[in-house]
């Protein structure tokens, strides 16, 4: 069995959190018929997310929320002391829709692919649970992936992967990554994750709209047909 390290950093919305704990519980049965399973890895700042994470049977560790560069880093050294062959990155508000299995595992065993991330992400709104598909990402953390191999290498090179700074931490780890040893990201074509974004979040929904090609279309989905932890307006 194959093991993929999923690394999480998790702040306040202690519901849509627990909703990304179900989603993931929910896809660890496909991913096992492929002959892969999870390991994950919390890094939280309340005590609150320290007894959601044990109630899942998730390993945790405490870091200060910020900067947020400074807990992701933590988690990732948190984790690779254990032996897994992957690393995988989720937001505590991405979701692995039902596809996510078979595209992800088989992206992991291409000949000469050493990283991944999708090209296109389903957006939605939380007050709404109404979005629309962001398509050609260049550059995101959502469900991204390295090779182990990939990461040893980084840190015989590098002090850190993450920069003591709470903003930019995708393109700053992904460039620590590609500097020490030129590997990028391939980019994927299939969607096969999505992101609920809450006022809590960094990029809003808003501003994540603005960035994308979407042309003014922010309601054409609907959560409830993606994500079946979510029905309209129920996660506050």
């Known amino acids: ?12 919305r202690v519901e849509i959190t627990r909703s990304c704990y179900k989603n993931l519980e929910d896809q660890r049965s496909k991913f096992n018929d492929l002959g892969f399973d999870f390991q994950v890895y919390i890094c939280g700042s309340e005590d609150v997310h320290k007894i959601l994470a044990n109630e899942f ?12 560069g400074n807990k992701w880093e933590k988690a990732l050294r948190f984790s690779i002391k254990d032996k897994w062959d ?12 039902d596809n996510s299995s078979e595209i992800i595992t088989g992206q992991m065993m291409t000949k000469d692919c050493h990283s991944g991330m999708p090209k296109n992400i389903l957006f939605f709104e939380n007050d709404s649970g109404l ?13 991204r992936w390295y090779k182990r191999s990939v990461i040893e290498e980084t840190y015989s090179k590098t002090k850190n992967i993450y920069p003591e700074k709470s903003k930019g931490l995708d393109h700053w780890s992904e460039l620590s990554i590609f500097n020490a040893t030129g590997v990028r990201p ?10 609920v974004k ?4 960094i990029n809003s929904f808003r501003s994540v709209l603005s960035f994308s ?11 409830a047909d993606y994500i079946p932890e979510f029905k309209r307006k129920i996660i506050t």
């Open 198 to 201: 809450s006022d809590v979040n």
């Open 131 to 143: 979005g629309f598909e962001f398509k050609d990402v260049k550059r995101c953390g959502a469900a």
């Open 57 to 68: 049977g998730y390993k945790y560790v405490h870091s200060p929320n910020t900067p947020v």
């Open 1 to 12: 069995m194959k093991i993929i390290a999923i690394t999480i950093c998790v702040w306040k």
């Open 186 to 195: 391939k980019r994927f074509g299939q969607t096969y994750v999505a992101d």
């Open 86 to 97: 992957y690393w995988m990155t989720l937001g505590s508000d991405d979701f692995l829709l």
């Open 213 to 223: 090609k979407s042309k003014g279309k922010p309601h054409e989905l609907d959560i």
